[in-house]
């Protein structure tokens, strides 16, 4: 049984009731979760499962599970450590409650966003991409100079633009007759499970994403090019950060 997973629909959930599914060495596996697994460049979520007690057991990780079968929504929940004791009275079928870190989560959703605002400003096969806490790391596939300025300036623009963001869904079939959605060349669009999840920012980009989104681009408040580099003879990689 495949993972059912909340944060494809809504980001914005915090928290769900799950049962566990199953326990490893690799981590825990619910039934549901709202916990982004690490993929597509974004982190995997952290936070906790709270048992019915109250007891709460601190997820350091999350990691899409590798076991024979799985697919692409099966979430393995990784504990910190030092929790064994607590681990050893898990079984399947026990009732938790899923908590995200919200405020890093948020973070994420926020820089996530505007690396697709960036492929607006900055139209460019992207070839490798990270989502962190802290920063969203770009590589462009271009031999062309970029001035740091002017993309703060448009990146600006768009984000005060208040732009709708939404997700939408497209077959399988219909993703393989449009190869021209595909921006990155390092992530493969996250096909699968027969359909296939799109980002719409209105007026501004198109592609498919599986990760977590803000609602409106004025969310995502001020950035700044911390860092613009030449990685190689055809790669430039920017580095975007929030505005203290």
Known sequence: MATEALFREDAYL????????ALGDDGILLDRTVFYPLGGGQAGDTGALVLADGTRIAIADTRKAKFEGATPDDALHVPAPG?????ARLGAGEPVVAEIDWERRYRHMKLHTASHLMCAVLPYPVDGCSITVD???????????????LVETRLASLVSGEHAVATEWITDDEMAARPELVRTMSVKPPMGLGRV????????????????????????????????EK???RTRRLVLEFVS
């Open 135 to 149: 920063y969203a790391r770009l590589d462009f596939a271009t031999t062309e100079p970029i001035e740091r300025e």
């Open 83 to 87: 929790q064994e004791a607590l681990l």
């Open 14 to 21: 915090t928290r769900c009731e799950a049962k566990i599914v």
């Open 197 to 228: 999840r799109l980002l719409r920012i209105e007026d501004v980009d198109l592609q498919p994403c599986g990760g977590t989104h803000v609602r409106n681009t004025a969310e995502i408040g001020a950035l700044r090019v911390a860092k613009l």
């Open 231 to 233: 990685k190689s003879a």
